[in-house]
């Protein structure tokens, strides 16, 4: 009688012959069975080598066709702001100094709004904590210590998570003290 967890032997058998889809048991437990199943199991196994290295590949394909179209997407949706920073370049002589900085502010206030819609959102860093996680300290400078007192660079999420890092000075403490 079997142990507790332990196949019987004919269960095993069964199993066994599943796992080879060998239909004749007796020939396996011949001396010459035993190369048979041995050449069986090589077969099968580099069968499945193949057919994973195979898969790989496509997967990698795969992905790397998401991404481009991902890319593409994004890209379509810049054409329209590029297509009106040329239309302001044109133009930039003969507009006023007011009416070229008032069209360049509509064509940034587009390109947030974009970005707004791709869920990239920029930062708020000035006067928080400094966290290694969210920014990058260029220098330290006097102000309150560990608080950002300048934002050299604004950094951005995209979907809650860090897409780029703000550059940042850092508070150092007042310089009298020692």
């Known amino acids: ?30 001396p010459q069975g035993d190369k048979l199943r041995i050449k069986e199991l090589e077969e099968r196994c580099l069968r499945l080598q193949a057919e994973f290295e195979n898969y790989k590949k496509r997967a990698m394909r795969e992905n790397e066709m998401m991404r481009e179209n991902a890319s593409a997407d994004v890209m379509l949706r ?6 009106e920073f040329e239309i302001a370049v044109t133009h930039m002589d003969k507009a006023s100094a007011k009416e070229f900085k008032c069209g360049i502010e509509l064509i940034y ?9 791709e869920q990239v959102e920029a930062m708020r860093s000035m006067g928080e904590s400094f966290d290694p996680y969210k920014h990058d300290a260029i220098r330290a400078s006097e102000g309150e210590e560990g608080k ?5 660079q604004k950094g951005y999420s995209y979907k809650g998570k860090i897409l780029r890092h703000a550059k940042v000075v850092v508070g150092k403490g007042k310089e009298g003290k020692g």
Do not use: F, N
């Open 148 to 152: 950002i007192v300048e934002v050299v």
């Open 78 to 83: 810049l054409l329209p702001i590029v297509d």
């Open 109 to 117: 206030a587009k390109l947030l709004d974009l970005l707004k819609r």
């Open 1 to 30: 009688m079997p142990l507790p967890g332990e196949k019987k032997p004919e269960l095993q058998a069964r199993a066994e012959e599943k796992l080879v889809e060998h239909k004749d048991l007796k020939m396996i437990d011949s």
